[in-house]
């Protein structure tokens, strides 16, 4: 974007309320002055931000990687509807959704008996892994396809909706009939192929953010969805890879509030992923809740010491209930 001024008498006051919104700009003229802005890494959207300073002089915008996702008004909502449950309203600032369930469904949980417990302290989306990318090729990969049907028949029994992972293009079809929600895990946040199918599915799709990625990769995944059509998409932070070796992952709460002030889009945190620490997850729930996400993602299994995957961050059910008890709301 470049800010020609009207006049060099306002050079101070542009100065001065560039840098008070916090935008990155240089003096790349002198006669007139003319200010070079990078809106790449501005708060504001481009048209939000031209608004602000066109009173200084002549404003013009260049062409933007992501012009759909720049137009996605703040306050803008996911319906998740369903015959089994009531619609649920994912959105920024507004009382967050809790997702929880396994990591991965396998034969030591009940995921009917987890769909009812999860209902009872007020979840409104089950979670299960029905086909799992692993670090290994030697690790469990999940129970497949068919999971996807149990997913729904569970959560739909208790009036809930369903979210699990396509891992690739061959298990969308599957996943559009029988999952509410679509995960797109973080190491497919680049699989481009996957994300434009699924974008021409119409189906809500919850996108998570790759470790490695930086907030505008994450930002331009989602324009993928987008430009076939779908604008029910529900971003996920699930922390990224940070100095320490402690945790997981670095849970990265500040870029996410930037994705949630600077798109529009609701945003999720997974504080399951990125601490890999069930002592620690009630602290990171409670401050993504205070943050105003959209909702919270959490790893619940029935007998944790045999989870098949992410053992160590899966709550147990009294756990669960117990952190649902102080802070949902």
């Not at 891992?167 to 699989?191: H, P, T």
């Not at 971003?235 to 600077?262: N, P």
Request: net charge neutral.
């Amino acid at each position: 974007m470049v800010l020609t001024l009207s006049n060099r008498e306002q050079f101070r006051e542009a100065k001065s309320r560039l840098i008070a919104l916090g935008i990155d700009h240089q003096v790349v003229g002198t006669d007139p002055i003319v200010f070079q802005i990078n809106t790449e890494f501005s708060v504001y959207r481009p048209d939000d931000l031209a608004e602000k300073i066109s009173d200084l002089g002549q404003v013009l915008a260049h062409a933007e990687k992501s012009p759909l996702l720049d137009k996605i008004q703040p306050g803008h909502e996911v319906v998740v509807e369903g015959n089994a449950f009531s619609p649920i309203r994912i959105k920024n600032f507004a009382k967050s959704i809790w997702v929880a369930g396994p990591c991965s469904l396998d034969e030591h949980n009940d995921i009917f008996e987890t769909a009812a417990f999860l209902k009872k302290i007020g979840v409104q989306i089950l979670r299960g892994g029905a086909i799992k990318p692993r670090t290994s090729p030697h690790e469990f990969q999940g129970v497949g396809r068919e999971g996807y049907q149990v997913l729904q028949k569970a959560a739909h029994a208790n009036g809930l909706a369903c979210i699990s992972e396509a891992l690739s293009e061959d298990d969308v079809s599957d996943a559009v009939k029988y999952l509410d929600i679509i995960q797109v895990g973080a190491r497919n946040m680049q699989n481009f192929s996957l994300l434009k199918k699924l974008g021409r599915s119409r189906k809500p799709i919850l996108l998570k953010r790759a470790p490695g990625a930086t907030l505008r990769e994450w930002a331009l995944a989602a324009e993928y969805l987008l430009s076939e059509g779908n604008d029910k998409v529900i971003l996920c932070e699930r922390g990224v890879r940070g100095l320490e070796r402690e945790l997981r992952y670095t849970l990265d709460l500040a870029g996410a509030s930037f994705m949630q002030h600077r798109y529009g889009l609701p945003v999720m945190i997974d504080p399951s992923h990125a601490t890999g620490l069930k002592q620690i997850l009630e602290s990171c729930t409670a401050g993504a809740i205070a943050m105003g996400f959209a909702g919270v993602m959490l790893e619940t299994h029935p007998d944790p010491i045999h989870a098949k995957s992410d053992a160590l961050q899966a709550l147990s059910p009294q756990s669960l209930a117990k952190m649902a008890e102080r802070l949902m709301r």
